[in-house]
């Protein structure tokens, strides 16, 4: 197998001292324009690559911020990594991704190995408790509910509570009276868009009820199967998330019901298929992507020292994005 080619190797072919040529190639400190076109022309000859990690070791900083991300598979989190990548760098900051959900606990002692200048965590991370103590050597953020705190992070994340308080006024302003919620129990999210659920619809005297599901599709499509086939099945149906409600509508479906004709549907998180002209799902913008934007900006400040060791919580105010899958149910609309 052929050697890697080393910065000792692009010194040589530069005629420089292999101090210079590291110079030169970070852009640090002084060397003549002469010399740092030699390196640069000797790296590119050569095809040298620089090792991230053992730069890292030879400087105070690494410029690199691991993101643990709960679950890729979640279409929700494509516009907070968006936001949190351009805000990081936008801060000088590169983000190095990973996945909870396959890798874990040892995923925090990955970064830390790589001398992370901070961590940001995006979900709930189930399990996460033991793993989020051990960040306590670098600034961490965090974007969306998590079920545990890293020490000293700050929280970024979505009123959910609200959003879900959101839903139901427009289901009974378009003379809704008997809803259900299919839920996901258990999840931070879950619970707190339940009790906003809960509290408004018993606020508003409507006949309500909540149905176990979960935060996937086929969790809602079971779920919403076994409500939408019972006779006294309600006139809207708010899942927990888009996921769930892409299920639920599946469900429909094979049901023989119409949505919104017979059965409004909203969903949760504003996700690219809710924005699907043929589908027009009923949904709440969390304002995923300002939330990683906001959570890039203080990490920044943190890790350059610009805010004191204790995190703060923002709760992002959501917005109700209503479309074609909700509808006056069949009575009113006659």
Do not use: K, Q
């Given at each position: 197998m052929a050697r890697s080619v080393t910065i000792l190797d692009v010194a040589a072919l530069a005629g420089v001292s292999k101090s210079a040529a590291s110079l030169a190639l970070r852009g640090t400190g002084y060397v003549s324009e002469a010399k740092r076109r030699a390196v640069l022309e000797a790296a590119e000859e050569l095809g040298y690559r620089p090792n991230a990690a053992a730069r890292a070791m030879g400087s105070a900083r690494s410029g690199i911020v691991g993101l643990i991300l709960d679950d890729l598979?979640?279409?929700?989190?494509?516009?907070?990594?968006?936001?949190?990548?351009?805000?990081?760098?936008?801060?000088?900051?590169?983000?190095?991704?990973?996945?909870?959900?396959?890798?874990?606990?040892?995923?925090?002692?990955?970064?830390?190995?790589?001398?992370?200048?901070?961590?940001?965590?995006?979900?709930?991370?189930?399990?996460?408790?033991?793993?989020?103590?051990?960040?306590a050597p670098v600034r961490a953020v965090q974007v969306g509910s998590p079920r545990a705190q890293a020490p000293?992070?700050?929280?970024?994340?979505?009123d959910d509570a609200e959003g879900a308080r959101r839903v139901v006024r427009h289901l009974a302003a378009l003379g809704h009276r008997k809803i259900a919620h299919l839920g996901a129990?258990?999840?931070?999210?879950?619970?707190?868009?339940?009790?906003?659920?809960?509290?408004?619809?018993?606020?508003?005297?409507?006949?309500?009820?909540?149905?176990?599901?979960?935060?996937?599709?086929?969790?809602?499509?079971?779920?919403?199967?076994?409500?939408?086939?019972?006779?006294?099945?309600?006139?809207?149906?708010?899942?927990?998330?888009?996921?769930?409600?892409?299920?639920?509508?599946?469900?429909?479906?094979?049901?023989?019901?119409?949505v919104p004709a017979d059965v409004s549907l909203a969903g949760y998180d504003d996700t690219p298929a809710a924005r699907l002209r043929a589908l027009g799902l009923t949904s709440v913008d969390n304002a995923s992507r300002e939330a990683g934007r906001m959570a890039a900006r203080l990490l920044g400040e943190a890790i350059e020292g610009l805010s004191g060791g204790e995190g703060q919580t923002i709760l992002l105010t959501p917005e109700l994005k209503a479309r074609t899958s909700t509808a006056p149910p069949p009575a009113v609309a006659r």
């Open positions: 598979r979640n279409p929700w989190f494509v516009p907070a990594v968006e936001g949190l990548s351009e805000g990081l760098h936008a801060v000088g900051l590169r983000p190095l991704l990973g996945d909870w959900r396959l890798e874990g606990a040892s995923l925090v002692e990955r970064f830390l190995e790589l001398r992370v200048e901070g961590i940001a965590a995006v979900g709930t991370l189930d399990g996460a408790e033991r793993a989020l103590a051990r960040i000293g992070a700050s929280i970024v994340t979505n129990p258990g999840t931070a999210v879950g619970d707190a868009r339940r009790a906003g659920f809960e509290a408004e619809a018993r606020s508003l005297g409507l006949e309500f009820r909540t149905v176990d599901a979960g935060l996937t599709e086929d969790a809602g499509y079971r779920a919403g199967h076994g409500l939408l086939a019972a006779p006294d099945r309600p006139t809207a149906v708010f899942a927990v998330n888009d996921m769930a409600a892409l299920g639920a509508l599946s469900a429909a479906e094979e049901l023989g019901l119409s």
